[in-house]
């Protein structure tokens, strides 16, 4: 039976608690609002298959050689919608067209994550864009596990722990699965997530949240936005360096433990197609580069004829380069002892219901050095658009 010693050896991806055949796991939040697994003993047999599909325990071997290039979806509007360059969208249009089913990630009501399926277009919408906070997998890896049985083609998206979980929940290679997973930097809190929301939209007013978009392309693809609508209208939106949530993300504040140690970068990848952004485009694929969105994909030698058809605009890259320019592919996220400090504060600080708005703002507060790197750039911006007015 499964035995957490430490939150590390948990990334919460719910494989355990499907597979075990009498029903003794759930999954519960913990304190800092991530979901583990919780065992009722009362009829476990000890038959291990809990541990036998634990993604940390059994982590994946090298993965065949990979393709690597950069390419976006040729409908603009459906990538003006995608967190990158819409190739999530152009692979789930096909698998629908061949009467398949497609697994993602999904807003729920309460504008929390969860997994989900369609067989429909229409339903594609909501998986479209990067959600970032850990989503519940429910039971979606024994739902696909059915549809696969039945002939049915099966396209599975999710964070790589997802698909290295799904891969060891069904214990066979399946012909009509196609496993997709995202570049995954790490999953924010839950917990976090909606606490800091309900600061945003605030208390005592009749708003309901009618829209978040992570990934907010108004201004452009590399200077993203973070934006939350209710029915009166926008109620925010921030570039990226400046949005609290991304910034303490990126910071490592507010993930979850097991994410410093990711049992399924891309050397133990076990999915059929990995997706990300194509950042360092300037250096690596300066012609695909309309600020829109431009993806960077890596997969196997099976699914390489059936991208060369999606994707006709594409440039080959070199793995080393991807790797270098978004090291979130290859590298997990050891924590520094000041920031691990900074986090225990800020969850320790949040339990006691402090305003996590208000909350991250102060611990994402941009450092003097930043201040002063971004006043330097402002100056240079002012100086040149000066010396070019006639
Ligand atoms: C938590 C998180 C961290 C990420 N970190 C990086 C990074 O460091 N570097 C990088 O290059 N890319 C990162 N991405 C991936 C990137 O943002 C895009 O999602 C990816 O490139 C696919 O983009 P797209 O334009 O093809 O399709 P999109 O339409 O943007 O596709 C969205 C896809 O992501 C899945 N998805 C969305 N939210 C979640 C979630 N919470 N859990 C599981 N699956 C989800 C959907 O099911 C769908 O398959 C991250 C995404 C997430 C969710
Ligand atoms: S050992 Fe078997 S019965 Fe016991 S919790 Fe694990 S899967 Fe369930
Ligand atoms: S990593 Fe997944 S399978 Fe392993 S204990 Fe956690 S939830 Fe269960
Ligand atoms: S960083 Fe790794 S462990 Fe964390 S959510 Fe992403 S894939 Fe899972």
């Given at each position: 039976m499964i035995r957490l010693t430490k939150k590390q050896d948990c990334c919460g991806c719910a494989a355990c608690v499907q597979a075990c055949p009498k029903g003794c796991l759930t999954l519960r939040e913990d304190e800092e609002g991530f979901p583990y697994p919780e065992a009722d003993t009362t009829h476990c047999t000890h038959c291990g298959l809990c541990e036998r599909v634990c993604p940390m325990l059994r982590r994946g071997g090298a993965p065949a050689p990979r393709h690597y290039f950069a390419t976006m979806n040729?409908?603009?509007?459906?990538?003006?919608?995608?967190?990158?360059?819409?190739?999530?969208?152009?692979?789930?249009?096909?698998?629908?067209?061949?009467?398949?089913?497609?697994?993602?990630?999904?807003?729920?009501?309460?504008?929390?994550?969860?997994?989900?399926?369609?067989?429909?277009?229409?339903?594609?919408?909501?998986?479209?864009?990067?959600?970032?906070?850990?989503?519940?997998?429910?039971?979606?890896?024994?739902?696909?596990?059915?549809?696969?049985?039945?002939?049915?083609?099966?396209?599975?998206s999710g964070t790589p722990c997802q698909i290295?979980?799904?891969?060891?929940?069904?214990?066979?290679?399946?012909?009509?699965?196609?496993?997709?997973?995202?570049?995954?930097?790490?999953?924010?809190?839950?917990?976090?997530?909606?606490?800091?929301?309900?600061?945003?939209?605030?208390?005592?007013?009749?708003?309901?949240?009618?829209?978040?978009?992570?990934?907010?392309?108004?201004?452009?693809?590399?200077?993203?936005h973070v934006s939350v609508s209710t029915d009166e209208g926008v109620l925010y939106r921030e570039h990226k360096d400046r949005d609290p949530w991304i910034r303490a993300l990126v910071l490592q504040l507010t993930l979850r433990p097991a994410c410093t140690d990711c049992p399924a970068k891309i050397q133990h990848s076990s999915a059929d197609i990995t997706l990300g952004d194509c950042w360092g485009i300037d250096a690596l694929a300066p012609e695909l580069d309309d600020d829109a969105g431009c993806s960077v994909?890596?997969?196997?030698?099976?699914?390489?004829?059936?991208?060369?058809?999606?994707?006709?605009?594409?440039?080959?890259?070199?793995?080393?380069?991807?790797?270098?320019?978004?090291?979130?592919?290859?590298?997990?996220?050891?924590?520094?002892?000041?920031?691990?400090?900074?986090?225990?504060?800020?969850?320790?600080?949040?339990?006691?219901?402090?305003?996590?708005?208000?909350l991250l703002r102060r611990y994402?507060?941009?450092?003097?050095?930043?201040?002063?790197?971004?006043?330097?750039?402002?100056?240079?911006h002012s100086l040149r658009s000066l010396l070019h007015t006639p």
């Open positions: 040729p409908n603009k509007a459906v990538r003006h919608r995608s967190s990158s360059g819409g190739i999530f969208s152009l692979l789930a249009e096909e698998v629908l067209r061949q009467g398949g089913v497609v697994f993602g990630a999904r807003f729920d009501a309460n504008f929390e994550v969860v997994h989900d399926y369609t067989e429909e277009p229409a339903g594609l919408a909501a998986f479209r864009g990067a959600k970032y906070l850990q989503s519940r997998i429910g039971n979606n890896y024994r739902l696909a596990q059915e549809f696969l049985r039945r002939g049915r083609l099966v396209l599975f290295a979980a799904l891969k060891l929940y069904l214990r066979q290679d399946y012909d009509n699965l196609i496993a997709v997973e995202i570049v995954c930097h790490g999953v924010p809190s839950p917990m976090l997530w909606r606490k800091y929301l309900a600061g945003l939209v605030g208390t005592g007013n009749t708003r309901t949240v009618t829209q978040v978009n992570f990934r907010d392309k108004l201004h452009g693809w590399k200077g993203y994909v890596i997969c196997n030698r099976r699914l390489l004829p059936l991208l060369e058809t999606l994707c006709p605009v594409r440039k080959p890259l070199d793995a080393a380069a991807v790797h270098a320019k978004n090291p979130s592919i290859s590298r997990g996220l050891p924590l520094t002892r000041a920031t691990l400090r900074r986090r225990q504060r800020l969850f320790r600080a949040a339990r006691s219901n402090a305003c996590v708005r208000l994402t507060a941009p450092s003097l050095r930043e201040r002063l790197l971004r006043a330097a750039v402002l100056l240079k």
